[in-house]
């Protein structure tokens, strides 16, 4: 039965309603997962369900031979989702296929692998062979002609007929559907990349790449509310920078910064991931550490002040040192407050300096 390429708009429009779920999702999970395997995966999950509803609906050439959305997404699935996400996609659209059956399923799975191998392929060729923007997208809208290979598995009249009435609206149709999709996947990436980065620099101070007072102010209301309802402890290490006003009239202010950055470097790599080190103002540094108690708090404290203190900086042919004194509270009673507990270590971080500099202080009771 022959078809003719009006009969096809149907399936471009079924296309762009698919196109909108698809980046929709996308953006979902991009925000949701910054990197990783997680994130090929989950992208792989996404195009590979998008398959599998393309399929679900799709345009009949003849009974068990259709076409669909599939090869669009197989072809794309490696620039979003990697080698890792293609092979969740590849898997998931191949077993639908197969499980559909028609006298197409051998020839259909075998297109998908082909589609998805040709596309992950076209991802190692240099930007410069491919060309940007609508051209690579065209390139890789052409590649979706290998699902083509379906012919070779179907009787020779049966693929005679398809060839000649199906090769043209199907490359037309792909190619449209890889265009407009990368198009706004594109547009997608780059607009939430924007607004990372937008979110980043309102959360982080220039100087020392730290958190700002904002995030540890949210951290710290969090981390209160589980240690009032779940009874699950969070300490404060609040650390100032010993005789800083010297170093900013000895040597600069420029290499007051500096030293403000290093020991804002050491701090971060000392820390837990779980962690929160944040800029509080001047030469302060607030480090909120979830689920801790005083003992572990003074034990990271001990080997924080002496990271810093061991650290060399030099200033022209000069070594400097420098040391940090410390005041640790934690969320004991009577009260789990961040502010109570934020207050007491300030409190300690006085006494600290009060009693000779370089040295950690207790906070009695939080």
């Not at 068990?64 to 989702?81: A, E, H, K, M, N």
């Not at 969740?88 to 499980?99: C, D, E, G, P, T």
């Not at 470097?265 to 302060?284: F, N, P």
Request: hydrophobic residues 50%; glycine residues 10%; positive net charge.
């Amino acid at each position: 039965m022959l078809m003719e390429i009006q009969t096809h708009l149907p399936s471009l429009v079924r296309v762009l309603g698919q196109v909108a779920i698809i980046v929709y999702a996308y953006s979902w999970v991009i925000r949701t997962i910054e990197r990783g395997v997680l994130k090929s995966v989950a992208i792989g999950l996404l195009f590979g369900l998008g398959g599998i509803l393309s399929m679900g609906d799709p345009i009949q050439w003849m009974p068990g031979i259709f076409q669909d959305g599939r090869s669009i997404l197989l072809v794309l699935t490696p620039i979003y989702g990697g080698a890792v996400g293609t092979v969740v996609a590849v898997i998931m659209m191949a077993v639908f296929r197969f499980l559909v059956g028609g006298i197409g399923a051998v020839g259909g799975v075998a297109g998908i692998l082909i589609v998805a191998t040709v596309g992950y392929f076209l991802t190692l060729v240099p930007r410069q062979w491919t060309g940007i923007g609508w051209k690579r997208s065209a390139l890789f809208g052409l590649a979706t002609t290998t699902s083509l290979v379906v012919l070779i598995f179907l009787p020779w009249p049966v693929a005679k007929e398809l060839l000649l009435s199906a090769t043209l609206p199907v490359t037309i149709v792909n190619i449209l559907g890889v265009m407009l999709l990368s198009d706004l996947l594109e547009r997608e990436r780059y607009r939430i990349g924007i607004q990372r980065a937008l979110e980043n620099e309102a959360s982080l101070d220039p100087l020392t790449k730290l958190p700002n007072r904002r995030v540890l102010q949210r951290e710290g209301d969090r981390c209160s509310k589980e240690a009032g309802t779940r009874r699950i402890p969070f300490s404060i290490i609040m650390l100032d920078i010993d005789h800083f006003k010297k170093i900013n009239d000895s040597w600069g202010h420029s290499f007051g910064d500096t030293v403000l950055a290093r020991v804002a470097d050491v701090i971060r790599q000392t820390v837990r991931k779980t962690d929160i080190a944040a800029r509080y103002g001047g030469e302060e540094i607030v480090v909120l550490l979830p689920n801790t108690d005083m003992r572990a708090a003074g034990n990271l404290a001990e080997k924080i002040r002496n990271d810093i203190e061991t650290t060399v900086l030099m200033f022209e042919q000069e070594t400097i040192h420098v040391t940090v004194s410390m005041g640790i509270a934690c969320s004991h009673e009577p009260s789990a407050d961040f502010k109570h507990v934020l207050e007491a270590a300030d409190k300690a971080l006085y006494r600290a300096k009060a009693s000779g500099r370089n040295r950690v202080e207790l906070a009695e009771t939080a």
